[in-house]
């Protein structure tokens, strides 16, 4: 079974409005954290936003604010104020427990076209 | 330098070449990653390495050959490799084990194997 799921495999948005990006994950650990990328067609993954399993408030980073809902298993992504530079594969990814190695899973990407 | 660089970017080879890539950290993280990226496919991990000992090796075939000689840098030895293997191969350091595991990417090496 996929451990992350985007269900999205391309979006449009217009310039400055906002768009969510959906991601749900499964685990049976209780601690995991929840990353965004971003993959511009240049290919390297830029890290976007973090979330812990723990943490109580949805994680913001500038334009970029994660949708976190625990019972769910979901953890979207919210880009405001869309801007043409935003346009990219967008990957969401996580992380198991605290082991001798921070593997991540990522899920499949949404790729996200941002038009003028 | 800032970041994760590598090197090469583009790479063409044949079927009977030996190449390397190459993967170099400044970030004075202790952990370090290969992974491959092919079309329609989730990231996938290949080598994790952590203060310089391979830890993980994802049945990874053995015509790829990691290396670490030491927490900055990291190599991906290719010798007789398949068209299936032409790919995206990005490399990846995170801080010590624990903590959030945010893993910082380099630009990666697009490689096209004919």
């Known amino acids: 079974a996929q451990k992350i799921t985007q269900t999205q495999p391309g979006m449009f948005v217009q310039e400055k409005e906002a768009v969510t990006l959906d991601c749900t994950y499964d685990?049976?650990?209780?601690?995991?954290?929840l990353f965004w990328y971003k993959q511009p067609s240049s290919g390297e993954m830029i890290f976007l936003i973090y979330?812990?399993?723990?943490?109580?408030q949805n994680a913001t980073e500038g334009r970029y604010s994660l949708n976190f809902q625990k019972a769910r298993k979901s953890a979207n992504l919210v880009i405001s104020a869309s801007q043409l530079g935003d346009s990219a594969m967008y990957f969401c990814?996580?992380?198991?427990?605290?082991?001798?190695?921070?593997?991540?899973?990522f899920g499949t990407g949404t790729l996200l076209a941002v038009q003028p | 330098e800032t970041g994760v660089t590598q090197t090469p970017r583009h790479l063409v080879m044949g079927m009977t070449n030996k190449k390397s890539l190459k993967c170099e950290q400044h970030?004075?993280?202790?952990?370090m990653y290969w992974y491959k990226q092919s079309a329609k496919k989730p990231l996938e991990l290949m080598f994790v390495?952590?203060?310089?000992?391979?830890?993980e090796n994802n049945s990874v075939p053995s015509r790829f050959s990691p290396e670490c000689p030491n927490s900055s840098h990291l190599f991906l030895h290719l010798h007789t490799l398949q068209p299936e293997d032409s790919a995206l191969y990005l490399c990846?350091?995170?801080?010590?084990?624990?903590?959030?595991?945010?893993?910082?990417f380099g630009p990666g090496t697009r490689l096209l194997v004919l």
């Open positions: 990846a350091s995170s801080p010590s084990p624990g903590g959030r595991g945010t893993q910082y």
């Open positions: 685990t049976s650990d209780p601690s995991y954290g």
């Open positions: 979330q812990g399993s723990y943490d109580q």
């Open positions: 990814a996580m992380r198991e427990g605290r082991g001798a190695t921070n593997k991540l899973i």
């Open positions: 970030l004075g993280h202790n952990a």
């Open positions: 390495y952590s203060l310089e000992e391979r830890v």
